[in-house]
């Protein structure tokens, strides 16, 4: 199994909905990854985890806050966003200590309206 | 800061072999060179990785240069299915949790008929 799995595939929410993102593998990776991307953009580092610790935050505005419950487990909890905030939400895993490839999930598709 | 530069687009006949070109004059050591690449809307995919030796594997070659300051990533017959943005990604071993991985602006690949 190499499988990235996120939910809800596509999610629209209000500026004063809380909302949260999930993301699993069951791959043993021990490093976990959530980025967001813009339409024709690249996507960009928000945060990571390694070994259940958060150890990147990219200066990321508090109303998005993550959390990693088990080594199977990321979740990105959303609160009071802005319209900007719409985008493509990927996470990804990776093995942590070693030179190997990240797995991509296929993204959540959120709209802040 | 990029550590990546790369062509913003670039245009493959079918068939023909794909080369995609990527600078990173300012690579340490201990700083390998991922490819991944993102079909539209789906997301990233991993194609291949190195640190100083030229790799091959199922989907691309990687060439890197005997100074490492840039690489090429070969795909010998493209197909319409190529066509993607491709990421040229350097990151350092993640020892120490050091689980960093950020992309850069990518290329384009356009394969046409």
């Known amino acids: 199994d190499t499988e990235v799995t996120q939910t809800p595939k596509h999610l629209v929410m209000g500026m004063t909905n809380k909302k949260s993102l999930k993301c699993e593998q069951h791959?043993?990776?021990?490093?976990m990854y959530w980025y967001k991307q813009k339409a024709k953009k690249p996507p960009e580092l928000m945060f990571v985890?390694?070994?259940?610790?958060?150890?990147i935050n990219e200066s990321v505005p508090s109303r998005f806050s993550p959390e990693c419950p088990n080594s199977s487990l990321l979740n990105l909890h959303l609160h009071a966003l802005q319209p900007e905030d719409s985008a493509l939400y990927l996470c990804?895993?990776?093995?942590?200590?070693?030179?190997?490839?990240?797995?991509f999930g296929q993204g959540t598709r959120l709209t802040v309206v | 800061d990029a550590k990546t530069t790369q062509p913003t687009s670039m245009d493959c006949a079918e068939g023909r072999a794909a080369n995609l070109p990527c600078n990173h004059s300012?690579?340490?050591?201990?700083?390998?060179v991922y490819w991944y690449r993102q079909i539209h809307s789906q997301g990233p995919q991993y194609i291949i990785h190195g640190l100083k030796n030229n790799e091959t594997n199922e989907m691309a070659s990687l060439i890197i240069t005997e100074d490492r300051k840039s690489s090429t990533l070969i795909l010998p017959h493209a197909t319409l299915r190529d066509t993607a943005v491709y990421y040229c990604i350097v990151r350092v071993l993640p020892l120490n949790n050091n689980n960093d991985m950020r992309f850069g602006a990518g290329t384009r690949l356009t394969v046409k008929p």
């Open positions: 300012t690579i340490s050591g201990n700083e390998y």
């Open positions: 791959m043993g990776h021990r490093a």
């Open positions: 985890y390694s070994y259940e610790k958060l150890s």
């Open positions: 990804a895993s990776s093995q942590g200590q070693t030179n190997t490839e990240a797995f």
